[in-house]
């Protein structure tokens, strides 16, 4: 497996651990953030399946990684559209609740991580609509860059 699996996978579970820690009464911004982040998570994934095949020697391995890949790619668009407006709804819930302060870490974080995920998804279509060798990077680098600002918004 690559590390990038395994990075993605403790986001996911320290995030569950915080959902988990608010059982039985989950309030609703919280869970709405939370199918936000699988929703990135499934998309950023990919990154971690094309490290994979980049790396691995095993052919069939490649092939099937490749494959697999494809057949996802018709819903990676949508998926990552979704996210965005997944964690809309989440920022919308969360600013009625708590107002926003620049002084609540978790809210300035939040907001952060969502104007990349804005900047990830413009890139996305920048992508699919006319491919460019920048465009490829702009769309790899901001989201690592995601990734980075959700993790901190996550453990914080
Ligand atoms: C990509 C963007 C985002 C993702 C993936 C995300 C994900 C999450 C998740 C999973 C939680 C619940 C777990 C925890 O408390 O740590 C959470 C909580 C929170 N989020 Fe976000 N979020 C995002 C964007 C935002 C934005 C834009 C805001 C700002 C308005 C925000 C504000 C908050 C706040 C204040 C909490 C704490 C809620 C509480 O403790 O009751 N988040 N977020
Ligand atoms: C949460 C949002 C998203 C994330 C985390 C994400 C992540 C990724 C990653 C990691 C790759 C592979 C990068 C590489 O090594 O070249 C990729 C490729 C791509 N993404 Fe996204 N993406 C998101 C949203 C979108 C959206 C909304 C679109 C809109 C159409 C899009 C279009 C594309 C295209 C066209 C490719 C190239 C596919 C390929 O070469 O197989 N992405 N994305």
Redesign the pocket.
Known sequence: MNRWFYFNLTVLIV?AW??FQ?FPSI?T??LV??I??CF?LFNWTRHAVFSTIRNTTDRKRKIKLANISKKIMPFHRWIGTS?LVI??V???L??D??G?NWR?L??V???L??L??IAMVTTGWMRLVRPTGRKRKAHLYIGLS?FC??AI????
């Open positions: 995030a915080q959902v608010t309030p911004h919280v953030g939370f936000g982040l990135v996210a964690i809309s989440h920022a919308l969360v600013l609740l708590f926003f609540n978790k809210v974080s939040g907001l991580a969502g990349i995920l995601l600002f959700i918004h996550i453990l914080l």
